[in-house]
């Protein structure tokens, strides 16, 4: 639905879901923190960015006490902040969680050459590069890009 631009349609069911999920898992669980993640995508679809924002925040929370903080999907959730925060012009904000998601990815990742590390390293410093060019940064920026 989400995808079809029910967005409306879409939030009622992820709302059912939710409460089912509360209801069997517990508040905490990370299957709860998965629908509030899929919730937030849609509000940040509509240009809903505070609904969005609170909506992914609360998934990191949970996130954290469920699965820890060193963990890739913890760096997706926290990446989709960054997103969030872009989108609201505050890019200083967005830059500092991408160098958190940066070296999360790193430790988590390993400086392996294997094609999924690369890729998911060269992702965030590419939007990096994008942060710090309207920053006035356009050394760091160029870096940035190079090391993507």
């Given at each position: ?52 924002l609170v909506?992914?925040?609360q998934t ?89």
């Amino acid at each position: 639905l989400r995808k079809q631009g029910k967005y409306e349609d879409s939030l009622a069911l992820y709302r059912q879901s939710l409460e089912m999920k509360k209801k069997i898992f517990g508040e905490e669980h990370a299957q709860v923190a998965d629908t509030l993640h899929n919730m937030a995508g849609t509000l940040f679809d509509q240009g809903r960015l505070e609904d969005s924002l609170v909506l992914f925040r609360q998934t990191l929370e949970i996130l954290k006490k469920s699965i820890g903080e060193e963990h890739l999907v913890v760096a997706e959730t926290l990446n989709n902040i960054a997103t969030v925060l872009q989108h609201q012009g505050k890019l200083e904000d967005a830059l500092t969680l991408h160098q958190r998601i940066l070296e999360m990815k790193k430790k988590l990742l390993g400086a392996g050459e294997q094609q999924h590390q690369s890729v998911a390293i060269a992702k965030t410093l590419n939007s990096m590069g994008f942060l710090l060019l309207p920053q006035g940064k356009a050394e760091d920026s160029l870096t940035a890009y190079r090391q993507s």
